[in-house]
């Protein structure tokens, strides 16, 4: 059974920084993809950003150049760096993992933007 756990999420201010983590219970090297949604109140689900087997990455327009996302293959675990956090960057972040199968879940993590 592939599990997500998720974690780091919290409340910062405007300009601020934030980093996620989402670790998965079986080898990252099995998952095609991973990566991040995030939904706030009111708005669409957005793909935030994912990584691929192979490394490859791709981001949301809305956070090109402030987010970052990788992975560490020895800790199963991929991360979501968030630089200059804005208002409109709060949400609920979850993380997501594809394999041959299907889509997993994590169980969302709130980040907040405020001052």
């Known amino acids: 059974q592939v599990q997500l756990v998720e974690s780091g999420g919290g409340l910062v201010q405007p300009g601020g920084s934030l980093r996620v983590s989402c670790a998965i219970s079986?080898?990252?090297?099995?998952?095609?993809?991973m990566g991040w949604f995030r939904q706030a109140p009111e708005k669409e689900r957005e793909l935030v950003a994912l990584i691929t087997k192979s490394g490859s990455t791709n981001y949301a327009d809305s956070v090109k150049g402030r987010f970052t996302i990788s992975r560490d293959n020895s800790e199963n675990t991929i991360y979501l760096l968030m630089n200059s956090l804005s208002l409109d960057d709060t949400a609920v972040y979850s993380c997501?993992?594809?394999?041959?199968?299907?889509?997993?879940w994590g169980q969302g993590t709130q980040v907040t933007v405020s001052s």
């Open positions: 079986v080898s990252v090297l099995r998952i095609n993809v």
């Open positions: 997501f993992a594809d394999d041959n199968v299907r889509r997993y």
